[in-house]
């Protein structure tokens, strides 16, 4: 593929080969070393205990118990808690939440921590925890999204708008020859990376070394200094593996800041592991909706109206809300757009970003209100979305920096065989009596940049090191970034040292908004490709060197060598052009962020379209996810074998979505009831066959310099509500909750 | 808290009370430990000689206390055992049943046990070794509801005791996701056919009682039907001992509806495997 | 009271004195022995990250107190591969990217090497999904895993094969 981008690059070298893991050899041999499985000498283990009640105070902590059982050297409560530098109940950062840290005696939701115990062995701390057998003072707790008046506020999510409108809503209301009015839910639901969250923090002098896995580790480091009064340098974040973030380790939590507390008090390395049950509570989740949509549509089936209305549960602390209705921005070309935010603050823990926030609720919502229009319109499903095909982006008129989402839609539907499905619901069974039906919906997500740098230094036996505090949490960073760096070096891969993963590394910003690999990979890309100019303008000015001369020109490297652009019989090797310069290494630098006037000239986006197949037992209502079709562009893919991989877990966790995720409360005790991973359901591997996964090609010139939209996240997008509305054509019935349960699709 | 291994029945025998736990595979006993305090102390059963492994002798299978989901999947059983077998499967994962017995799966009491109903469809008869020398009681009066059992401190259950039967044993269970999952609902049948209808048919449900039930009404007016009158007949009876309730996992009224399903289904597994071979 | 259980962890005799009978099995893995390979998840038999193999069976390492144990033989995922030289599940796991985070692949491919050992499943898609599925991975690669386990039950079937050629 040639590349246009950058004079200096060639991609292909690396970029788009389907290389397997580069961590993958530590993985499969067990020593790949995850936070938790640090155990430094001398180190204690520290356990907090959750509270068992939604609402109240503490009244009553057995110390006496505790601190008696043999091992336990200490127990900390607000009692004793020593002091901490920066507030709890601050937000330094805007991506900063507030949360418990022992500051008082109050409980403001279940599991929230209000004791801590420490102890030579991990089996003293869990039974000095027990000991300690709290009472409290009770208060009604309000779990139930109908236990508070909602309200209104400025900002959704991370400072996005709570309310947004494009046209006159009222006008496309008036103007609808066609409408619905519908009212979907989706649950509460619970990051659950397999690895809990966890921390080995230890303190020499006023320096903090912390081996814990991190989304972000320079506003990690940055956090921690906050709360315990140390410069941001002073303090290391080691997070070489991480056992999957979802979102959820990217920030300071209450349970890591005690662990901190208690090793900084006791002079001694302390290990702090969330058991299972602790991460339904102080860690976030994806924050409960209620969401209204109004769509109306004129007799030949263009919107003229979307209106989506989102209620979100948050807590009564602080103001995190799931930005649902904004995913109605952006993809329909319809004639007016309204998105708007309420939220009701209830005795929960602060929800947070989950993968796709906003999107994932918001899209599943959306893609099934259109089939409910669709349906009513007698229109095929795809035919409505083609009808209201955004040519520019609705509201702004912007262009797209590319969009290949047509294609999506004809080759996804191409190989699911979308073209017989009969309109009707309830027409098709297979050969075992089981009720077949077929859903689709489109996938979106934004291409959002941070901000990231880099550094890359090539040595005179071309081969180089780079460095970013990038993080792999399962996504492939370690190794599609480490292809970008290799090319942008023009060096095979084996010849890069990849540095990531640590504090102490040109920032890489943050592993979110499927915007890592763009922002890090914009970085590496930068970094190398100032190397290659130093080598080049070192060689150009070189009467020795067959380059000399030729800066003009400007120069391709690839392979060790750099080769005159346009003119491949003048090339020479790195090491020669080195090796007379002096030996010197050339060290070079580069940062990534999207300029402003780029996201004012292009809208940027990922788009694809999914179709799915469900199989629904008539009499036990047994729901089975049997075929995948999901076609996504994405701009350019890195690692086709790692984005698949990328965009099958997305889907998966759009069955999880659709079918099985739900954390249930006791409205009346206000504790989760299902908070372990027998009661909280997953898919297990039993669940999930028949996937399929097409990237669709797209070369997008505006979205960055490496052309990467992201595909992280928008898997789950579309997934939801294809199998939502695959779940009606095959039944006639439609449910508007998520997760569908079995019950719902009862008959009678 | 100490851990005792005893070698013989007599010498477990001697190590109870006192609030000892008693433990084989440990795959229900060590998530309570986690929640509660610590027993004085807890006797593994592992090592007792004669307590693991199916037999058959004097017309009786006995199934030793230590014996696992994985040795009954392994085990040669005549075909009533296709029920316990099918639940077998589905206790938990693999690496659950591996190490879980079918006597501790009994004394867990679980509503929600998956091998209670398959016992229940194969009469099982539990046996109990205490001070006073052996006992036996019938699978149905022994689990007395949801984690309680007929066991004084003092006792152990020996074995669980099948007689010997004809008939081909089916089971199915009702999960919301396809394995790896607390039932929703189970049923269990053995049923014995003679010509094209049954002869006697034995029908136990999981998850919808406190404590799984024989349908014993149901058994009665299955007698005679053919294959094509079960879903009928299921549909018709009435089944006063299906109390089922709302839980996380599902609401009543779909285990209501559906339970009836699920029998008719189980029973047709039963008498269709027959007809095959 | 300080018991001492014989073990052989991964082909390797060991005395180990407990100290404290309530440690598991997996919590004397990793927080004693220095194997920290064997990952915790649920601590509760749920989700399998945590699966050894015990005298040739795989189990969850968090519901078997260490104390159990004296004279069995622990097969971890340190001791699977041979030197360099990977085990066939091992192999197939990097080759079908059945893992993202990598966090239960541990547990995962000790699970896969039991299921092949048990012989049931054969490479049958439909019976490794269900003989996998009690090792939960949240990041969903259950498509690679299940093609992983397939093709390296067919490797070392035709290895087997060959042995005894």
């Avoid at chain 1, 052309?707 to 039944?731: F, P, R, S």
Wanted: charged share 20%.
């Amino acid at each position: 593929m040639p590349d246009t981008l950058d004079p200096h690059v060639r991609f292909g070298s690396n970029s788009g080969q389907p290389v397997t893991r580069r961590d993958g050899l530590a993985k499969v041999t067990g020593t790949a070393t995850f936070a938790a499985d640090n155990t430094p000498d001398n180190m204690l283990y520290a356990v907090f205990v959750p509270a068992a009640i939604a609402r109240g105070r503490v009244t009553g902590l057995d110390t006496e118990a505790a601190a008696a059982h043999p091992g336990v050297t200490h127990v900390l409560t607000p009692q004793n808690r020593p002091p901490l530098q920066g507030d709890p109940s601050d937000k330094p950062t805007m991506f900063s939440f507030r949360f418990e840290a022992l500051q008082d005696d109050s409980v403001r939701y279940a599991g929230q921590p209000i004791a801590l115990v420490v102890a030579e062995t991990l089996e003293a701390a869990n039974e000095g925890a027990r000991l300690l057998n709290p009472k409290y003072e009770r208060l009604t707790p309000r779990t139930d999204i109908d236990d508070a008046e909602p309200y209104a506020f400025e900002a959704a999510g991370f400072g996005l708008p709570a309310n947004t409108v494009h046209g006159n809503p009222e006008a496309g209301h008036a103007s609808a020859a066609q409408a619905i009015d519908v009212t979907y839910e989706t649950a509460p639901q619970y990051h659950n990376a397999m690895e809990t969250h966890a921390v080995v923090a230890k303190w020499e002098g006023d320096h903090l070394t912390l081996d814990m896995p991190s989304q972000a580790i320079s506003m990690s480091c940055a956090g921690f200094a906050y709360y315990f009064g140390i410069p941001a340098e002073n303090v290391t974040v080691r997070s070489p593996y991480l056992g999957g973030g979802f979102g959820s380790k990217a920030i300071p939590t209450g349970p890591y800041v005690l662990a901190i507390l208690a090793a900084r008090m006791t002079g001694r390395p302390v290990k702090m592991m969330l058991t299972r049950q602790q991460m339904f509570g102080p860690v976030g989740h994806r924050g409960q909706t209620r969401q209204r949509l109004r769509l109306g549509a004129d007799d030949t089936g263009r919107l003229t109206v979307i209106d989506h209305e989102g209620i979100a549960a948050t807590s009564t602390f602080d103001d995190f809300v799931e930005p649902a209705a904004n995913a109605s921005q952006g993809i329909y070309a319809a004639g007016a757009l309204r998105s708007t935010h309420r939220a009701v603050k209830l005795d929960i823990g602060t929800p947070g970003p989950m993968r796709a926030p906003g999107e994932a609720s918001g899209s599943a919502v959306l893609e099934c209100a259109l089939d409910e229009l669709a349906e009513k319109l007698g229109l095929d499903p795809l035919e409505l979305r083609l009808k209201n095909y955004a040519e520019t982006e609705p509201g702004t008129g912007k262009p797209y920096s590319s969009k290949a989402l047509r294609e999506c839609y004809a080759q996804g539907a191409e190989r699911f065989g979308w073209n017989s499905r009969p309109r009707a619901p309830g027409q098709m069974r297979d050969e075992d009596g089981l009720l077949v039906g077929w859903g689709m919906g489109t996938a979106f997500f934004p291409c959002p940049m941070f901000m990231a740098e880099a550094n890359a230094t090539l040595r005179a036996d071309s081969t180089a090191v780079v460095e970013t505090s990038a993080v792999d949490m399962g996504q492939g960073a370690w190794t599609a970034l480490a292809q970008i760096a290799a090319d942008s070096l023009g060096l095979p891969l084996d010849k890069v040292d990849f540095q990531a993963g640590r504090s102490g590394l040109p920032d890489g910003g943050v592993a979110g908004g499927s915007g890592h690999t763009a922002t890090a990979g914009g970085a590496l890309h930068a970094a190398g490709g100032d190397v290659i100019r130093q080598l080049g303008e070192i060689a150009a000015a070189d009467p020795d060197s067959p380059l000399y001369g030729a800066g003009n020109a400007g120069f391709v490297a690839r392979d060790g060598r750099l080769y005159v652009a346009g003119d491949e019989s003048r090339s020479e090797a790195y090491t020669d052009i080195l090796a007379r310069s002096g030996g010197a290494e050339i060290a070079g630098n580069g940062s990534a962020s999207r300029a402003p006037e780029t996201a004012e000239q292009h809208a940027m986006n990922a788009h694809g379209a999914v179709f799915a197949e469900v199989k629904i037992d008539p009499d036990l209502c047994q729901m089975r996810v049997t075929r995948l079709v999901g076609a996504f562009a994405a701009g350019r893919i890195i690692n086709p074998r790692l984005a698949e991989s990328q965009l099958f877990g997305g889907m998966i966790w759009g069955i999880s979505f659709a079918l099985h995720e739900e954390a249930r409360h006791d409205h009346k005790r206000g504790h989760i009831v299902n908070a372990d991973l027998a009661g909280y359901h997953v898919p297990v591997n039993a669940d999930v066959s028949g996937l399929d996964v097409i990237t669709v090609h797209e070369e997008d010139p505006y979205v960055n310099a490496l052309g990467i939209k992201g595909v992280g996240e928008i898997g789950i997008t579309g997934t939801v509500g294809a199998i939502g509305n695959a779940i009606w054509h095959a039944t006639g019935k439609r449910v508007r909750r998520f997760p569908i349960r079995i019950e719902d699709l009862l008959t009678s | 808290m100490t851990l005792h291994r005893p070698e013989s029945l007599d010498e477990a025998l001697s190590l109870l009370g006192g609030g000892a736990v008693v433990l084989a595979g440990g795959t229900d006993v060590y998530p309570g430990l986690r929640d509660g305090p610590p027993p004085s102390r807890m006797v593994d059963l592992t090592r007792v000689a004669g307590l693991r492994g199916i037999s058959l002798r004097d017309g009786l299978w006995r199934i030793g206390a230590a014996t696992t989901w994985t040795d009954v999947l392994r085990a040669e059983l005549p075909a009533c055992f296709a029920g316990l077998k099918g639940a077998a499967r589905e206790v938990g994962s693999v690496q659950i049943q591996n190490t879980g017995t079918v006597a501790g799966n009994i004394c867990n009491a679980s509503p929600a046990a998956d091998g209670v109903p398959a016992l229940m469809a194969l009469d099982a008869q539990v046996e109990v070794a205490g001070p006073e020398g052996p006992r036996r009681v019938a699978l149905e009066q022994f689990i007395r509801g949801p984690r309680n059992v007929d066991l004084r401190p003092s006792e152990i259950v020996s074995a669980v005791l099948v007689p010997e039967a004809t008939g081909q044993g089916a089971f199915r269970k009702l999960g919301a996701r396809k394995y790896l999952v607390i039932s929703i609902a189970m049923v269990a049948a053995v049923v014995e056919v003679s010509g094209n209808a049954i002869s006697r048919a034995r029908v136990s449900v999981g998850s919808c009682s406190p404590v799984a039930v024989r349908l014993r009404g149901l058994e009665e007016a299955l007698t005679g039907a053919t294959v094509a009158e079960v879903p009928g007949i299921v549909a018709g009876a009435d089944l006063p001992g299906l109390t089922p309730i709302d839980d996380v996992r599902a609401s009543a009224a779909y285990r209501r509806e559906a339970v009836r399903t699920l029998i008719a289904r189980t029973i047709t597994d039963a008498m269709e495997v027959r007809d095959v071979t | 009271m300080s018991p001492s259980i014989s073990l052989t962890i991964n082909g390797e005799a060991r005395a180990v004195a407990l100290d404290d009978p309530r440690v598991t099995l997996l919590d004397l893995l990793r927080e004693r022995l220095d194997l920290p390979g064997t990952k915790k998840g649920c601590d509760r038999g749920q989700c399998g990250a945590c699966t050894v193999l015990v005298d040739g069976r795989r189990v969850n390492s968090c519901l078997t107190l260490a104390a159990t144990l004296d004279g069995a033989e622990i097969t971890t995922i340190e001791g699977l591969a041979l030197g360099e030289e990977l085990h066939p599940v091992q192999a197939a796991f990097i080759e079908n990217d059945a893992f993202q985070c990598g966090y239960c692949t541990p547990g995962q491919i000790m699970s896969a090497v039991g299921l092949i050992s048990e012989g049931s499943a054969g490479d049958d898609p439909e019976r490794i999904r269900e003989g996998m599925s009690g090792n939960i991975c949240r990041c969903a690669a259950y498509h690679g895993i299940t093609i992983a386990v397939q093709e390296a039950t067919r490797n070392m079937i035709r290895t087997d094969k060959e042995d005894a050629a």
